[in-house]
Every structure is written in structure tokens, then in C-alpha cells.
Nanobody, 122 residues
Framework: QVQLEESGGGLVQAGDSLRLSCAAS????????MGWFRQAPGKGREFVAR????????DYADSVKGRFSISRDDAKNTVYLQMNSLKPEDTAVYFC???????????????WGQGTQVTVSS
């Protein structure tokens, strides 16, 4: 059983940066692929970024490519999402997730955090 806890969300202005963190406990963190997803009001959960075990592969949604960067520190059992050049359309609750596959579908991730709110004002 893996527990995930996100932090780092907040209210920022367009163009600003934020770094989200997701701390894991209760499992062997390095063996999981990690993903970030987001959910805006009235919308479904959307893939944002993923990173494979040991950080070998990374992948991003087209909407964030070039602005967001995912990384992981297995020694700290933590995955990060660096978000630069934020836009109002990035406003959402951001979730981290852990899974054993390599997928952009939320259905393929087993463990989820509670989410952290990111609000970008124009």
C-alpha cells in the first residue's frame, strides 16, 4: 500500500511558476511509474506528465509540453512537477499517482494522492 501526499499548490498570476511535490510512503517508491493528472471544475481527470521507474523516460501532455517538467528523487521518495509560464487554463486540482505500468490513462494508476489546488489568475 502506497500513500501519496501532494503539496505546493497555490494562487499565482499568469506567467508565474510553481513546483508541486508528491511524497510517497508505505511502498518501494522506485519500482513505480509516477504520473501527474489534473481536474478542472466540471471536467474529467486529465493526464499531465509521467515519469518511469528510475526516471529513464518522461512524457507530457501537449498542453504543457515545454512549460512543465517532471522529475523524481527516489532517495526522498518524492516526485516533482515544475510548472513554468502558467496560464489560467492550468487552473485545476493536481493529483499525483503511482502505477506499475507505463500509461497516460488514470485507470492504470493504482495509488492516488488527495490533490492540491492550483489557481492561475489572468
Amino acid at each position: 500500500q502506497v500513500q501519496l501526499e501532494e503539496s505546493g499548490g497555490g494562487l499565482v498570476q499568469a506567467g508565474d511558476s510553481l513546483r508541486l511535490s508528491c511524497a510517497a510512503s508505505g511502498g518501494t517508491f522506485s519500482t513505480y511509474a509516477m504520473g501527474w493528472f489534473r481536474q478542472a471544475p466540471g471536467k474529467g481527470r486529465e493526464f499531465v506528465a509521467r515519469i518511469s521507474r528510475y526516471g529513464i523516460n518522461r512524457d507530457y501532455a501537449d498542453s504543457v509540453k515545454g512549460r512543465f517538467s517532471i522529475s523524481r528523487d527516489d532517495a526522498k521518495n518524492t516526485v516533482y512537477l515544475q510548472m513554468n509560464s502558467l496560464k489560467p487554463e492550468d487552473t485545476a486540482v493536481y493529483f499525483c499517482a503511482a502505477g506499475t505500468g507505463w500509461s497516460t490513462s488514470s485507470k492504470d494508476y493504482t495509488y492516488w494522492g488527495q490533490g492540491t489546488q492550483v489557481t492561475v489568475s489572468s
